[in-house]
């Protein structure tokens, strides 16, 4: 498959994702916190729908984390665009050449990703960041999807403990891998799967997990030090 045939792939997926209202609950919510709006955002429209993936097409390393924040990827549009986790993300992507600046304020920020793509296991924001286990079956036929058009992946870096669940079901699907039993989360857990990519796992840059210091930025970078060394990536 050509570059023009996986940007062609990963479009209609993105017009399909973005106007998707399966899930009733998680629609109420998405589209209520859009117009209640928190304070410091009075000011802004928001995005209030779900949240396709971004990044370069020709990745090797996918970042797969839980789901949009009310105030963050849902008002932004853009996953890990304007909240406290990719405040702490973005810096260690941009030191590692992934990321092309540091700072993830907007979708026109002019940010761009090199050899990566971001994207979650649920596309909408989830009341209290628990989306549950129908919704991410729901949104898994999207996951498959954007796993296989994402033709050179190598490392898959999954942000906590929900995402590194929701990755090992695809694989399920996939037939990749034929159980589940083995593969128990961890911080900078490493796992070769039978189709050549490589699972890795890092506690998800929560404001609850960064701010507590269970997990710091050298943790963090330590994982995707590793994913660069995997998949073979050299600086922007």
């Excluded at 209202?21 to 209640?36: A, M, N, S, T, W």
């Excluded at 853009?78 to 304020?105: C, E, I, N, W, Y």
């Excluded at 954007?146 to 190598?154: G, I, Q």
Aim: include cysteine; proline fraction near 6%; aromatic fraction near 8%.
């Amino acid at each position: 498959m050509d570059k023009h045939s996986i940007n062609t792939e990963l479009a209609i997926l993105e017009s399909e994702v973005v106007s998707c209202r399966r899930c009733p609950r998680l629609v109420e919510y998405r589209e209520r916190i859009g117009f209640e709006k928190r304070r410091a955002y009075l000011d802004c429209e928001y995005w209030a729908r779900p949240v396709p993936g971004f990044g370069d097409p020709q990745a090797r390393v996918l970042v797969f984390g839980l789901a949009p924040g009310a105030h963050g990827s849902n008002r932004t549009g853009r996953p890990f665009t304007g909240d406290a986790s990719g405040k702490f993300m973005f810096p260690v992507l941009h030191r590692l050449g992934f990321a092309s600046q540091p700072d993830a304020t907007s979708r026109d920020d002019g940010m761009s990703l090199h050899d990566m793509w971001i994207t979650a296991a649920v596309r909408c924001a989830p009341p209290d960041n628990k989306p549950l286990p129908l919704e991410i079956a729901t949104c898994a036929g999207y996951t498959d999807r954007e796993l296989t058009a994402l033709k050179n992946l190598k490392v898959v870096v999954a942000l906590g403990k929900i995402a590194f669940d929701a990755y090992i079901d695809a694989l399920l699907r996939q037939t990749a891998i034929a159980r589940k039993t083995g593969y128990l989360f961890g911080h900078a857990a490493e796992y070769p799967m039978p189709n050549g990519i490589t699972l890795l796992a890092s506690y998800h840059p929560s404001n609850q997990n960064t701010a507590t210091g269970r997990l710091t930025s050298t943790m963090f970078e330590g994982v995707f030090v590793r994913a660069r060394a995997l998949a073979g990536t050299s600086k922007a």
